[in-house]
């Protein structure tokens, strides 16, 4: 055995705690309430896009409207971390109960808004809730479930969500024309009350893995304000204000300052905000990176692919959304088929490192001929992808859970996800920066929509698209690279083939 503090700190996954055994009614009522929690979160990400313009109008304020995401994106992401530390710390019932009841309440808050910023602040509110429940959910998984039971359960994690992310722009518009904007929040209360009588009881039998400690709230307070920092200044940046004005660095130095102090807490806290036993391990590193470019990724084309296919492909907005269907197909049907491997192969690894290189096929198809495809060819091509990329998310989240110890899962689990969705910030303003870098950020929407279609036509937007697509690919193979620096250590559980005598022994 190995000498080096991250060995002597972290024993092997061998001789972690196996979960105590729960009984198959109880995980199926588990399951059941914590997937519709999870739904519930990821469909309010995206059934108030729809909405908007009506709801900018029905307060009488228009020129504000982007704050009721970025409060929801803000509070969300910073979640993710947080109540996945305090679910260590605290046990997992009481932090998903909170967090649905945060989420419940906050939506409440957002129907009954008699001002714009009151409704940004009940977004704010909604989005801890919500921001909570993945990385709690996730965790429950993992604590009912060997590692090598998990891949095929996790994987139903992300089919929620793609499937919200299908669901929320049509419902959201449809319950906006014919009842009022307020239903988008209406409707979580049932559903949300539903998710909490149907996990009260059942997380009672939950095994019991969290341990008194003490929340080091410096060091949480300042990844939070690195963090909010950042987004700040990638939603803001080439929006409101010059990617090189005073307030875009301004943030943006402030963050650096604030991750550079985050590091140094790590380093000298008695108890810090992520273990330095993870810290040190190099599986949950490369994992964290993978997830950072594969799921951001991800993430960024799923925004502003249905603008490309407007604007070089010259297609409806009907159309855009059928082809992002297919790629929100095509990653389901590859989170499933990842999830149904890496539970029966020995060699895991493989799922990923077969399946990033179909995205990175298809991002450099795209580049080459931007303006060559139709929109049967465009969405055929985005499955194909899709199914590749698909396979990262249960894989991110199966690997990071089978590398630490039982007490640190909900931290594991908590920064991933706040990686996860913070890789998807960063590529989303690096996608924006290409796109949109010649216009007048300083210009009213209407201004900026014109241009967009009809500064130099379609030809100048496939040159702009191309690099999209260039950079894409590099994020991928980024997150390629990360995968094969992960070190494979068995998915411990009944799952496990029998070895021979001569593996047993090495």
């Given at each position: 055995?190995?000498?080096?503090?991250?060995?002597?700190?972290?024993?092997?996954?061998?001789?972690?705690?196996?979960?105590?055994?729960?009984?198959?009614?109880?995980?199926?009522?588990?399951?059941?309430?914590?997937?519709?929690?999870?739904?519930?979160?990821?469909?309010?990400?995206?059934?108030?896009?729809?909405?908007?313009?009506?709801?900018?109008?029905?307060?009488?304020?228009?020129?504000?409207?982007?704050?009721?995401?970025?409060?929801?994106?803000?509070?969300?992401?910073?979640?993710?971390?947080?109540?996945?530390?305090?679910?260590?710390?605290?046990?997992?019932?009481?932090?998903?109960?909170?967090?649905?009841?945060?989420?419940?309440?906050?939506?409440?808050?957002?129907?009954?808004?008699?001002?714009?910023?009151?409704?940004?602040?009940?977004?704010?509110?909604q989005g801890l809730g919500g921001g909570g429940i993945l990385p709690l959910a996730q965790t429950v998984i993992a604590d009912i479930l060997s590692p090598r039971e998990r891949p095929m359960v996790q994987s139903y994690s992300s089919v929620m969500f793609?499937?919200?992310?299908?669901?929320?722009?049509?419902?959201?518009?449809?319950?906006?024309?014919?009842?009022?904007?307020?239903?988008?929040?209406?409707?979580?209360?049932?559903?949300?009350?539903?998710?909490?009588?149907?996990?009260?009881?059942?997380?009672?039998?939950?095994?019991?893995?969290?341990?008194?400690?003490?929340?080091?709230?410096?060091?949480?307070?300042?990844?939070?304000?690195?963090?909010?920092?950042?987004?700040?200044?990638?939603?803001?940046?080439?929006?409101?204000?010059?990617?090189?004005?005073?307030?875009?660095?301004?943030?943006?130095?402030?963050?650096?300052?604030?991750?550079?102090?985050?590091?140094?807490?790590?380093?000298?806290?008695?108890?810090?905000?992520?273990?330095?036993?993870?810290?040190?391990?190099?599986?949950?590193?490369?994992?964290?990176?993978?997830?950072?470019?594969?799921?951001?990724?991800?993430?960024?084309?799923?925004?502003?692919?249905?603008?490309?296919?407007?604007?070089?492909?010259?297609?409806?907005?009907?159309?855009?959304?059928?082809?992002?269907?297919?790629?929100?197909?095509?990653?389901?049907?590859?989170?499933?088929?990842?999830?149904?491997?890496?539970?029966?192969?020995?060699?895991?690894?493989?799922?990923?490192?077969?399946?990033?290189?179909?995205?990175?096929?298809?991002?450099?198809?795209?580049?080459?001929?931007?303006?060559?495809?139709?929109?049967?060819?465009?969405?055929?091509?985005?499955?194909?992808?899709?199914?590749?990329?698909?396979?990262?998310?249960?894989?991110?989240?199966?690997?990071?859970?089978?590398?630490?110890?039982?007490?640190?899962?909900?931290?594991?689990?908590?920064?991933?996800?706040?990686?996860?969705?913070?890789?998807?910030?960063?590529?989303?303003?690096?996608?924006?920066?290409?796109?949109?870098?010649?216009?007048d950020v300083h210009a009213s929407g209407t201004v900026v929509l014109e241009r967009l279609s009809g500064a130099g036509g379609a030809a100048n937007f496939a040159i702009l698209f191309r690099w999209v697509f260039i950079v894409a690919a590099s994020f991928?193979?980024?997150?390629?690279?990360?995968?094969?620096?992960?070190?494979?250590?068995?998915?411990?559980?009944?799952?496990?083939r029998p070895r021979s005598a001569p593996a047993a022994a090495e």
């Amino acid at each position: 055995m190995s000498s080096s503090n991250s060995v002597a700190e972290i024993p092997p996954p061998d001789r972690h705690q196996t979960p105590a055994p729960v009984d198959q009614a109880t995980v199926r009522a588990i399951i059941v309430g914590i997937m519709l929690a999870m739904f519930l979160s990821a469909l309010e990400q995206t059934i108030v896009a729809p909405a908007l313009p009506t709801i900018g109008r029905s307060l009488s304020d228009v020129e504000n409207l982007s704050w009721v995401v970025t409060a929801y994106l803000l509070s969300t992401t910073l979640a993710t971390a947080l109540f996945g530390k305090l679910s260590d710390i605290y046990g997992r019932r009481a932090l998903m109960l909170i967090s649905v009841s945060v989420f419940v309440l906050g939506s409440v808050a957002c129907a009954l808004a008699p001002t714009l910023w009151a409704l940004v602040a009940a977004r704010a509110l909604q989005g801890l809730g919500g921001g909570g429940i993945l990385p709690l959910a996730q965790t429950v998984i993992a604590d009912i479930l060997s590692p090598r039971e998990r891949p095929m359960v996790q994987s139903y994690s992300s089919v929620m969500f793609m499937s919200a992310s299908i669901l929320g722009p049509v419902l959201g518009g449809l319950l906006t024309d014919y009842i009022h904007w307020s239903m988008i929040f209406w409707i979580n209360l049932p559903l949300g009350a539903a998710a909490l009588l149907m996990t009260n009881r059942a997380l009672l039998r939950l095994p019991r893995h969290e341990r008194p400690h003490q929340l080091d709230i410096v060091g949480a307070g300042l990844m939070v304000g690195a963090a909010v920092a950042l987004l700040l200044a990638l939603s803001w940046g080439g929006s409101r204000y010059d990617w090189v004005s005073a307030p875009i660095l301004g943030l943006l130095g402030t963050s650096v300052l604030l991750w550079a102090l985050f590091v140094w807490r790590l380093m000298t806290a008695p108890e810090p905000f992520i273990p330095l036993t993870m810290v040190r391990e190099p599986v949950v590193g490369a994992i964290v990176v993978a997830g950072f470019f594969g799921i951001g990724t991800i993430i960024g084309l799923s925004i502003f692919m249905p603008l490309y296919i407007e604007l070089v492909l010259g297609q409806s907005a009907s159309a855009s959304g059928l082809a992002l269907i297919a790629f929100m197909g095509g990653a389901t049907i590859g989170s499933l088929t990842a999830g149904r491997l890496l539970s029966r192969l020995e060699h895991y690894k493989r799922v990923p490192v077969v399946g990033l290189p179909l995205g990175i096929a298809m991002l450099a198809i795209l580049a080459l001929w931007p303006d060559r495809f139709s929109i049967m060819e465009v969405a055929a091509l985005l499955a194909f992808g899709g199914l590749g990329m698909g396979t990262m998310y249960p894989t991110t989240t199966v690997l990071i859970q089978n590398a630490v110890l039982p007490h640190q899962l909900g931290t594991a689990t908590g920064a991933l996800n706040f990686f996860r969705q913070l890789g998807g910030a960063v590529v989303v303003a690096v996608f924006g920066a290409i796109v949109l870098g010649g216009l007048d950020v300083h210009a009213s929407g209407t201004v900026v929509l014109e241009r967009l279609s009809g500064a130099g036509g379609a030809a100048n937007f496939a040159i702009l698209f191309r690099w999209v697509f260039i950079v894409a690919a590099s994020f991928l193979a980024a997150a390629f690279v990360a995968v094969l620096c992960i070190v494979e250590r068995p998915l411990r559980g009944p799952a496990v083939r029998p070895r021979s005598a001569p593996a047993a022994a090495e």
